[in-house]
């Protein structure tokens, strides 16, 4: 079965300090994509990035970075100096590369992130 | 302009009515995607359509009804509503099916049963 997990239910931080977010999926197949998004107070859900399973390069973009690992199944985001309009809510989500799974994005629950003036 | 939206935003009703939702893309989008998600922010597919066929039906009761009369607009038709349907729906679309392609959302409906 397939399943992302996201362990950390909420985080709070205070502005400037580095914060990690965990993501650890399970699935068999060889080929899949991962992705992160933000739902921010206001509700929309906002892409980050997405990684495919071949390829394991950290990606950096501004203060977000990204660390693929495939051997522990981890797909893990940190942000760097953190400010309060990162205050949201961070999903991690893994899509399969099968034509009957239609696109389908597999959510883990979601880390809700509040960082402090 | 929005490039996936949804109305209403918020949606108020009693136990039992009928309700709709619209989405429409301005994307050129092949694919697009109702999600629900629940009071614990847990979001799961309820459906996909790809140029106005359906594609995934997410063992999804029958009361809910999805509609693409093209494949711009995908529509969620609610009927006998019951509490548990209580949720915040977004629609999405996508380039195609392919699982790399990103999945853009719409603002969400917040949906109430009373």
Not at chain 1, 76 to 89: C, E, H, K, L, R
């Amino acid at each position: 079965a397939q399943k992302v997990t996201q362990a950390q239910t909420e985080i709070s931080v205070v502005e400037k300090e580095d914060v990690t977010l965990d993501c650890v999926y399970e699935t068999r197949d060889t080929t899949y994509y991962l992705f992160w998004y933000k739902q921010p107070p206001s509700g929309e859900l906002v892409f980050l990035i997405r990684r495919n399973s071949f390829d394991e390069q950290n990606e950096i973009s501004g203060r977000y970075s990204w660390n693929f690992q495939k051997s522990t199944s981890s797909f893990n985001f940190t942000i760097t100096a953190s400010q309060v309009v990162d205050s949201a809510v961070y999903f991690c989500a893994l899509s399969r590369a099968l034509y009957n799974q239609g696109g389908k994005l597999i959510f883990g629950q979601g880390t809700e992130l509040s960082v402090k003036p | 302009d929005t490039a996936v939206s949804q109305t209403p935003k918020y949606l108020v009703t009693q136990m039992g009515n009928d309700k709709s939702i619209k989405c429409e893309q301005n994307l050129g989008h092949d694919t697009m995607y109702w999600y629900k998600q629940d009071s614990k922010k847990f979001l799961k597919i309820m459906f996909s359509y790809n140029n106005k066929e359906l594609i995934i039906n997410e063992t999804v009761p029958n009361r809910f009804s999805p509609k693409s009369p093209d494949k711009a607009h995908l529509n969620l038709h609610i009927n006998s509503l019951e509490l548990g349907d209580s949720a915040v729906y977004f629609c999405a679309s996508s380039q195609g099916l392919l699982a790399k392609n990103i999945q853009y959302f719409g603002a969400g409906t917040r949906l109430s049963v009373l």
